[in-house]
């Protein structure tokens, strides 16, 4: 005889108590392990009353600067980014596989090694550096350092989302715009861009957290000089060796700041969306 088919209602209560049931069990236990050390980091900055060293002129240094240095990246990620994105989502080219690997490295790569490679191309004896430097144009050590390990670790995040952001919008809604008379660049600017705009914008924030916590490829190219390169990561390894309670300070303060800048994209992504449909 054959076997027994499963009842639809037996079938749904195994969807319930099992995969799902394991599912929740485990989604418990990330947000567990996530949450943890979040409210331990706001539970000692409340409990040991080290608020004042927020406000510390090291501290503000280093905030002005990751904000100086993370918006100028973002500008250039946008800038160059969104236009490259366009052309791996829709073009087919010799070697675009290569292209493709060589856009994907900087996520995988050490950040010691990155800014090791870096040193070795843009410092004064680098590849380039080298006749940089020969105009008097001396990058390693500066704030431009700075900018150039935030773009070189967080640009894939970008160009990767939204490519994929680009291949998803409609073409037939790009090809009815160019009937109508629009030309390309503005049907890139007026329909591609807005009907991709969710994609673009979780991509941004992507880059810009990680041009945020961006530590070891700059302390390597860029050295930690109060005021010139020391950004908040670099700030907390410093303070961490100084005050304690500075160091917890700092990481609270980035926490809120991330944690604002990630409701804030989730509300008008899900604007975007809605207004889409």
């Not at 049931?21 to 996530?34: E, K, R, S």
């Not at 000692?44 to 503000?60: F, I």
């Not at 490679?117 to 500066?142: C, Q």
């Not at 998803?168 to 009907?195: C, H, K, N, Y």
Request: aromatic share 10%; hydrophobic share 55%; proline share 4%.
């Amino acid at each position: 005889m054959g076997q027994k088919a499963k009842s639809p209602a037996r079938s749904g209560r195994f969807v319930r108590e099992g995969p799902v049931g394991v599912g929740a069990v485990a989604l418990a236990l990330l947000i567990g392990f996530i949450a943890l050390p979040l409210a331990s980091l706001v539970i000692w900055t409340v409990s040991e009353e080290s608020w004042e060293a927020m406000t510390h002129p090291a501290a503000l240094d280093a905030l002005r600067l990751s904000a100086f240095t993370t918006a100028t990246t973002m500008g250039i990620i946008l800038l160059v980014g969104t236009p490259a994105a366009y052309v791996l989502a829709r073009c087919e080219f010799p070697g675009k596989r290569l292209v493709d690997t060589l856009v994907d490295i900087p996520a995988v790569l050490p950040p010691s090694a990155a800014g090791i490679a870096l040193l070795l191309a843009f410092g004064r004896a680098g590849l380039l550096g080298e006749h940089l430097s020969a105009l008097g144009i001396n990058v390693s050590f500066s704030t431009a350092a700075v900018i150039l390990a935030e773009l070189f670790v967080a640009s894939h995040f970008y160009v990767r989302q939204a490519s994929v952001g680009f291949a998803q919008v409609d073409r037939s809604v790009e090809e009815s715009a160019m009937v109508d008379g629009a030309r390309r660049i503005t049907v890139f600017m007026r329909v591609t861009v807005p009907l991709a705009f969710p994609a673009l914008l979780a991509g941004a924030v992507t880059a810009w957290a990680r041009a945020l916590g961006e530590f070891g490829g700059t302390i390597i190219f860029a050295g930690n000089f109060r005021g010139i390169t020391q950004t908040i990561p670099l700030a907390i390894f410093s303070e961490l060796e100084r005050d304690f309670d500075a160091a917890v300070a700092l990481s609270v303060l980035v926490l809120a700041f991330a944690f604002a800048v990630i409701l804030t994209t989730r509300f008008l992504t899900r604007r975007a969306t809605e207004f889409e449909r």
